[in-house]
């Protein structure tokens, strides 16, 4: 019985992680637009064309990475892979650090995914027929 509820809340966790590394996608797509928009109000001036390339770089290179990196974990996720639940803690520990949204989602992943019930459906059984790889 337990297990069930916690297996309903790794899925909420794997579709959530999904939905926000898409969004960051999308948010790298805006910052991308937003910069190349900016480019044309400092023509003419090389360091500020500079400074901006530099760091429209970082910042799409820094948001496409981690939500990426978000999707994929999402992915393993919801496929019980063991070596997911760790990137998701991983990730859910910065998330929190995005408030408000992502400390939400970061405490409610990391509640989720350090329970004990939460554990042992990542830990494959001794017979066949396991949820993990």
Not at 72 to 77: L, P, V, Y
Request: proline share 2%; hydrophobic share 55%.
């Amino acid at each position: 019985m337990e297990e069930s509820r916690m297996d309903k809340h790794v899925t909420v966790v794997g579709v959530l992680q999904i939905a926000f590394g898409i969004l960051g996608l999308i948010g790298t797509i805006i910052v991308i637009i937003a910069f190349n928009f900016v480019d044309y109000f400092v023509e003419g001036d090389e360091v500020a064309t500079l400074v901006l390339w530099g760091i429209k770089l970082i910042l799409s290179v820094f948001l496409a990475f981690f939500s990426i990196i978000k999707i994929i974990g999402g992915i393993g996720i919801l496929k019980y892979k063991s070596w997911a639940r760790y990137v998701v803690i991983v990730l859910a520990v910065f998330s929190c650090f995005n408030v408000p949204f992502g400390t939400l989602v970061g405490v409610y992943s990391l509640w989720a995914l350090l329970r004990d019930e939460t554990i042992a459906l990542f830990v494959p059984p001794t017979g066949e027929g396991s949820k993990t790889d």
